[in-house]
């Protein structure tokens, strides 16, 4: 068994940004992939980047150029860096990890981009 914890999440301007984290109860993102989705409301949960044990990473589209995907190794978490923030980015963002063949989710942090 796997616990994800997400935090970072709140309420911004567009423009600007937010640092969310994913801290792990074992430590598996060295060894299995792991990745951001999102979820805005009347929306399914979509993904926003993904991250491989060899640090290859994907974006979506919607979020190349202004999303980055880390992982640190020694807190054994793994990182979304969002900037320049849009309303249309405003969702519950949930960290996701594939482990032992089973996929684990986060409870999800919610980002708001208003003014």
């Known amino acids: 068994q796997v616990q994800l914890v997400e935090s970072g999440g709140g309420l911004v301007q567009p423009g600007g940004s937010l640092r969310l984290s994913c801290a792990a109860s074992?430590?598996?993102?060295?060894?299995?992939?792991s990745g951001w989705y999102r979820q805005a409301p009347g929306k399914q949960r979509e993904l926003v980047a993904t991250?491989?044990?060899?640090?290859?990473?994907n974006y979506a589209d919607s979020v190349k150029g202004r999303f980055t995907i880390s992982r640190d190794n020694a807190k054994n978490t793994v990182n979304l860096q969002m900037n320049s923030l849009k309303p249309e980015d405003t969702a519950v963002y949930y960290c996701?990890?594939?482990?032992?063949?089973?996929?684990?989710w986060g409870q999800g942090t919610q980002v708001t981009v208003s003014s």
């Open positions: 991250i491989t044990s060899s640090e290859s990473t």
């Open positions: 996701n990890a594939a482990f032992g063949g089973k996929e684990y």
């Open positions: 074992r430590s598996i993102f060295r060894i299995w992939p």
